[in-house]
């Protein structure tokens, strides 16, 4: 099994800046990605920003500018540094681990953002 631990959500002001941390720890031997999702209340869970073992990003459109992710790879870790905060940023961000098909998911941390 993998077993993902998340931290650093809490509740920020509009403009703000958060650190999530998330590190894997398991069976793991072949990491394809990495990443942040995000549910927020009624609404689909949405990719927010991934990262490949070899480094390669990608970010929803809605966070680019503003969010940077980054990874530990000796010690299967990812950051997701988020700076510029909306209220519309407000979630439950979760951390998503893809190793050979499967995906992994962490118990998710929340983020609220007030105005």
């Known amino acids: 099994q993998v077993q993902l631990v998340e931290s650093g959500g809490g509740l920020v002001q509009v403009g703000g800046s958060l650190r999530l941390s998330c590190s894997a720890s398991?069976?793991?031997?072949?990491?394809?990605?990495m990443g942040w999702f995000r549910q927020a209340p009624g609404k689909q869970r949405e990719l927010v920003a991934d990262?490949?073992?070899?480094?390669?990003?990608g970010y929803a459109d809605s966070v680019k500018g503003r969010f940077t992710i980054s990874r530990d790879n000796a010690r299967n870790t990812i950051y997701l540094q988020m700076n510029s905060l909306k209220p519309e940023d407000t979630a439950v961000y979760y951390c998503?681990?893809?190793?050979?098909?499967?995906?992994?998911w962490g118990q998710g941390t929340q983020v609220t953002v007030s105005s």
């Open positions: 998503n681990l893809r190793q050979n098909g499967y995906n992994y």
């Open positions: 398991g069976r793991i031997f072949s990491i394809n990605a």
């Open positions: 990262i490949s073992m070899a480094g390669n990003t």
